[in-house]
């Protein structure tokens, strides 16, 4: 089933401007989860899985390669995370449940799942990335 993970969380308007086409989020490099202000928010930081076709002028100039986001989930109904890699590479899987909460599975080298209230995108940043 073809998931559209971006519809699933807020301020998704400058990525929907990158892309012609949004892609999934299969085998991403995960930066890092982190767990704020007592369990009520999570941030999932990640790599977009490919660079985008219309990027900013001034990231072309600088000759970025890859595209990093900041996903902020609040309202933090339950928490898993497993993992037994020292990398952290998967698929993130953004879905509503039944009752209209997020439902945000990562699968891969880290294992998560995530039940949130509502999700904002709070940034979106081109660098380059050495390892291309």
């Known amino acids: ?5 971006y519809k699933m969380i807020e301020q998704s308007h400058f990525l929907n401007s990158l892309y012609n086409r949004i892609p999934q989020l299969e085998n991403v490099r995960i930066e890092g989860i982190y767990i704020k202000d007592e369990g009520r928010k999570v941030t999932l930081h990640f790599d977009m899985p490919f660079y985008a076709e219309n990027i900013p002028k ?7 390669n890859s595209i990093a986001l900041q ?3 609040f ?7 497993k993992t037994s890699s020292d990398t952290y590479r998967g698929n993130i899987e953004i879905t509503k449940d039944e009752q209209g909460l997020l439902e945000i599975n990562i699968t891969g080298e880290i294992n998560a799942k995530i039940k949130a209230d509502t999700g904002f995108i709070q940034s979106i940043n081109g660098y380059i990335n050495e390892a291309i």
């Open 71 to 73: 996903v902020d989930f």
């Open 58 to 64: 001034k990231w072309s100039n600088l000759g970025y």
């Open 75 to 81: 309202d933090i109904h339950s928490l898993e995370m």
């Open 1 to 5: 089933m073809f998931i559209i993970w």
